[in-house]
Each structure stands twice: as structure tokens, then as C-alpha cells.
């Protein structure tokens, strides 16, 4: 019996086709004892002989002698397919873990190089007040920003920096660069009076 697909990477429907058949021959099998057991119940072992010696007449000799040789090959063929429906399903699993594994390692690799390729933030926003400049920027809580306006990481002391742009640029669009998500996002910000205090909120 060739070996299920010839070499190549099993597939499930290769799978399923070796146990159809399986399947089948094991009804063979059975279909095969049964007509042994309808010859006087002879099985495989009875004898086919009398106790004279001679053929017995009561039951059909060449059937027997057929149906015992087909099981003896059915049982072997059986064997085989075991052995290759093993085989194959192993080879799925092993093939399955692989793949995940590969998975793992690309989604892994790709989250670690775009982390890589993030730019350092130097602030987070823990808030924004519904309505305020700042939120109709689409500014969010957790964001971190990584510019505001010329503000960045190389040259950022502390907030006041941030207040002294903000300050300089009430009415005027900033340019505003945060990571959300794990992703860069540009958000453009307009300081300017609202109903809340300062000019972002």
C-alpha cells in the first residue's frame, strides 16, 4: 500500500478518505464472518472435515475457504490502514503545532518591531473633559504623547513646556503626535477658551 499522499504533507481529507476506507474494509470483515457464521457457525477455525475424514457436506467449502481468506487479507489490509490513519493523524498534529508556533513567532516578531519602530513618549493623558478642545481633537485618555506642537522627547523638562506652547498657540492648529493602541496617531489640537478651565480641558 502506498503511503497516504504519496510523500507529500497529509491533509484531513486525505485523513478522512483513509479512514473511510478503513471503515469499509472493516464491514468486509464483518460481512465476512457472518457468512461464516451462517455455515453452521464454522468460523475460522471449525473444522471442514468430518469425523471420517472426508469434506463435510452440511456446510459450503469453497465459501468458507473464501471468506477465510479474505478476512486473513482484509485483517492485514485493516493493519495498514491503522498503521497510515496513525501516521497521517500524527503528522496533522505535528503540522498544527508547527503552524502555531510559526504563528506565535511572527505575531511576536511583529509586535516587538513595531515597538521598535515607536518613538519614545514623554507624557500620557490620564484625562479629557467632554467638550474641551481636547477632546474634540479626538485626544483620548491613556494616549502618549510622543510630540505636542515643538515639544518631544529630546527637549521636554517638565509640563510647563507644554503649557508655554499651548499658551503661544491659543486659535492655532498644534500638530500633536501620540501612540494609542500600540499605533502612532496624529491628532491636530486647537487651544483655544472654552466653557471648562485653560484652553485644552
Known amino acids: 500500500m502506498a503511503a497516504p499522499g504519496g510523500g507529500g504533507p497529509v491533509t484531513l481529507s486525505e485523513v478522512q478518505r483513509l479512514v473511510r476506507r478503513k471503515d469499509e474494509v472493516e464491514a468486509q470483515i464483518k460481512a465476512r464472518y457472518e457468512l461464516l457464521e451462517r455455515q453452521k457457525g464454522v ?37 495498514a490502514l491503522m498503521k497510515q490513519v496513525e501516521e497521517a493523524l500524527h503528522q496533522l498534529h505535528a503540522r498544527e503545532k508547527e503552524k502555531h508556533a510559526k504563528d506565535e513567532a511572527e505575531a511576536l516578531a511583529e509586535a516587538m518591531s513595531q515597538n521598535q519602530g515607536l518613538p519614545q513618549a ?25 510630540e505636542f506642537g515643538s515639544v518631544n522627547v529630546n527637549n521636554f523638562q517638565n509640563l510647563q513646556n507644554i503649557a508655554a506652547v499651548v499658551q503661544h498657540s491659543e486659535g492655532r492648529p498644534l500638530s500633536v503626535t501620540v501612540i494609542r493602541s500600540g499605533k502612532k496617531v496624529h491628532v491636530g489640537l486647537t487651544p483655544k477658551r472654552w466653557a471648562g478651565k485653560g484652553l485644552l480641558g
Not at 471449525?46 to 479474505?70: K, M, S, W
Not at 490620564?126 to 478642545?133: D, E, L, Q, R
Not at 477632546?135 to 494616549?143: H, R
Request: charged share 25%.
Open 43 to 79: 468460523g475460522m477455525h471449525g473444522p471442514l472435515v468430518d469425523a471420517e475424514g472426508f469434506p463435510r457436506d452440511d456446510i459450503d467449502l469453497y465459501q468458507v475457504r473464501t471468506a477465510r481468506h479474505d478476512i486473513i487479507c482484509l485483517q492485514n489490509d485493516h493493519k
Open 122 to 146: 514623554f507624557a500620557k493623558v490620564n484625562a479629557v473633559t467632554p467638550g474641551s478642545p481636547a477632546s474634540l481633537s479626538g485626544l483620548q485618555v491613556d494616549d502618549e504623547i510622543v
